[in-house]
């Protein structure tokens, strides 16, 4: 399985930076770039935190491929 990615249309749309979301969550910036481009795979607690910070449901986020 796999996971797609919809966290680069949340934060455009919201006008939120990786920057700021990176420090909010406490990773390094260039995770929630890995993340936003599909380059890896969240953990259960930093999908559950991004998805806290931005006041929505993982599934918003992240889609399984099948």
Known sequence: MQLESNLRAI????GVKQSWL???VGVRQGT?????????VPSL??????A???EVKVEEIWKILR
């Open 45 to 50: 607690l930093l999908a559950l935190a991004i």
């Open 11 to 14: 934060l455009t749309q919201r």
């Open 22 to 24: 990176a420090a909010r």
């Open 32 to 40: 929630i770039s890995d993340l936003v481009n599909n380059k890896t």
């Open 52 to 54: 806290d910070v931005l």
